[in-house]
């Protein structure tokens, strides 16, 4: 087995040559995109009479009159900005005038705690910060903080001085100004601060220069997997680097976003918009394959039929029927156009990608750190190699250290930690990952764990968690997070929080109609359904990973307790301590 890898030969030539005329900052590439199609539509969003477009030069108008009030208000060369907002396109228009004014996009999560944007402002030093609603502003203008100025999307500015409207902010400079202000910046200057997930510790702020945007957005274009005429639907945080790598990939190709974060009208809005491409994250993909694993009669039976037709041949008569009758009316639920999605952030099942991809819905996986600026490794759509993250973008090296971690090079690679020694991170040019891996024979990387999450048990058998819980979730459509655990402990248990949606409809057909979701999870029939599911993960387990025992929670993990991080990763040593007692009891 090889150690390295790189994207393939085609790839890296097409990079070449489009590196030959890149432009020299993020907000000159905005511009350029802007100038090159004006009268094309570069976002959709929803509006009260439906979705309504908005043009290349529409948008360079708010974001260039953004930039010149913002250089109005004192912004001086790389100042951060912090953004605290769900995903809209006035969160991307100020993101873009903050790159064309030459200063340097701080990244907060809405759902962040006080403690946590306190922490992101002072380490940070953002100066001034554009809001959603008046809801964020506790959170930013809290004793101490080091902003000065806040901007606020929606509502009305009220008595502070410090706080104006984004209507005020785009009267205030002259857009003259931002021409020179673009020219100014360099292809290493400072464009984006984000702070990571923080499962362990506090978030650390990674410093990402213009130059490594603007590679991700050409590199994926050389991959040739996203054409002009596609439209992409865009609900994710973009306060992750997932999303600004999305907007970087926009830049360059040249295709329209439809834009709205509302995760509860996700298959609703993909019937309106009919997009052809769709970022997301696992858990998406769980709950649906969890929805159709749980129905039952012939309605299951008939898309089991389907399913098993196309994971044989796709082409024939049987398929052509299966086809008809079947797989087209799933895929019409998603708009009847998707041409792949795009899964990252966590691992996906290689069980839930099958599935997928014989419906005829392919998930391209990759594999990324904020400090790699997300999208680093990726699953070539028309040719997944399932149960791994595909192959690097041209330009970036892969390579697996002696103790299996997982290096990379390229252009794509942080600056380092603001304020913080990044030595051990970045050693002789290469990002040290933190997590495991294995390069297969077709060259695609498979992730086996983090490093510090892998669980050494009393006995000395080493067991990846992240790989087991992944199986379960696609396994049990009745488990929202499976937390494997185990450490210097006996032998191997869990903790179980069940998906709300799905325990409410197990719970109507088992004579539990009605109850509440901590009856639900404190019944025996559900223990006895979940201990089921346990028996048939245990059967492709080695012995020492097999789940001895497990505890149903009462409730749902959430962002807002602290239990998963911001984009949906399990803070597993706090939910570890946290339910510490529970643990101990299953090995008394």
Not at 234 to 249: D, E, Y
Not at 412 to 426: F, P, R, V
Not at 450 to 475: C, M
Request: proline fraction near 5%; hydrophobic fraction near 40%.
């Amino acid at each position: 087995m090889t150690r390295t890898c790189t994207a393939p030969a085609a790839e890296e030539q097409t990079l070449a040559r489009l590196r030959e005329d890149e432009p020299a900052s993020f907000g000159a590439m905005f511009l350029d995109r802007a100038a090159k199609q004006p009268d094309d539509v570069a976002y959709l969003r929803p509006g009260p009479d439906g979705w309504q477009e908005q043009t290349w030069a529409q948008t360079a108008r708010a974001v260039t009159e953004i930039a010149a009030g913002l250089l109005a208000l004192g912004l001086r060369p790389e100042d951060r900005v912090a953004i605290a907002s769900g995903t809209r396109v006035e969160w991307i228009e100020a993101d873009f005038g903050v790159m064309c004014a030459g200063g340097a996009t701080t990244t907060v999560y809405p759902s962040s705690s006080p403690e946590e944007v306190a922490h992101i402002l002072s380490d940070s030093g953002s100066r001034f910060a554009i809001v959603e609603n008046a809801t964020h502003l506790a959170k930013i203008l809290h004793d101490g903080s080091p902003v000065e100025q806040v901007v606020l999307i929606d509502g009305e500015a009220g008595a502070d001085p410090r706080v104006r409207t984004l209507a005020d902010l785009r009267g205030l400079g002259e857009v003259g100004r931002v021409e020179e202000a673009v020219a100014r910046v360099r292809p290493d200057d400072l464009a984006t601060l984000i702070y990571t997930s923080g499962t362990t510790g506090l978030p650390k702020g990674v410093r990402v220069a213009h130059r490594a945007w603007i590679y991700q957005g050409l590199a994926i274009e050389a991959m040739g997997i996203v054409h002009p005429d596609d439209l992409g639907y865009l609900w994710l945080p973009l306060s992750h680097a997932f999303g600004k790598a999305l907007l970087s990939c926009q830049l360059s190709v040249g295709f329209p976003f439809a834009v709205d974060g509302d995760v509860s009208r996700i298959v609703q809005r993909l019937a309106e918009v009919r997009p052809t491409i769709m970022p997301a994250v696992p858990r998406i993909f769980e709950k649906v394959y969890a929805a159709v694993s749980a129905s039952t009669g012939p309605q299951k039976l008939l898309l089991n039929w389907a399913v098993g037709v196309a994971e044989q041949r796709r082409s024939g008569l049987r398929f052509r029927i299966a086809d008809r009758l079947v797989l087209s009316k799933v895929r019409a639920r998603f708009g009847g156009r998707m041409r792949y999605f795009i899964s990252g952030a966590a691992a996906l099942s290689p069980d839930i990608a099958r599935w997928f991809g014989a419906i005829g819905l392919p998930i391209a996986e990759g594999y990324g750190l904020t400090e790699s600026c997300a999208t680093t490794v990726f699953n070539r759509p028309d040719g997944p190699e399932y149960g791994t993250v595909g192959m690097p973008l041209p330009g970036t090296r892969v390579r697996i250290a002696e103790d299996g971690e997982i290096l990379l090079r390229g252009p794509g690679i942080m600056q380092g930690y603001h304020g913080l020694d990044s030595a051990a991170t970045l050693a002789d040019g290469w990002l040290h990952t933190g997590d495991i891996g294995e390069i297969t024979a077709r060259g695609s990387l498979r992730i086996t764990d983090r490093k510090k999450d892998l669980i050494k048990t009393s006995n000395g058998k080493y067991v990846a968690p992240q790989s087991i819980e992944a199986r379960f979730k696609a396994i049990c459509p009745l488990a929202g997070q499976f937390v494997v655990h185990g450490e210097k402990r006996k032998f191997i248990t869990a903790l179980i929080d069940i998906d709300p949606d799905e325990a409410g409809k197990w719970a109507a057909t088992h004579g539990l109609d009605g109850a509440s979701h901590a009856e639900i999870a404190g019944s025996d029939a559900l223990r006895s359904a979940l201990q089921g599911h346990i028996d048939q993960l245990n059967g492709a387990l080695n012995s020492w990973e097999t789940i001895k025992k497990f505890v149903v929670l009462d409730h749902n993990l959430t962002i807002e307790d602290g239990s998963l991080t911001s984009s949906m990763k399990l803070r597993r040593r706090v939910i570890e301590e946290r339910y510490r007692p529970l643990l101990d009891d299953l090995y008394t």
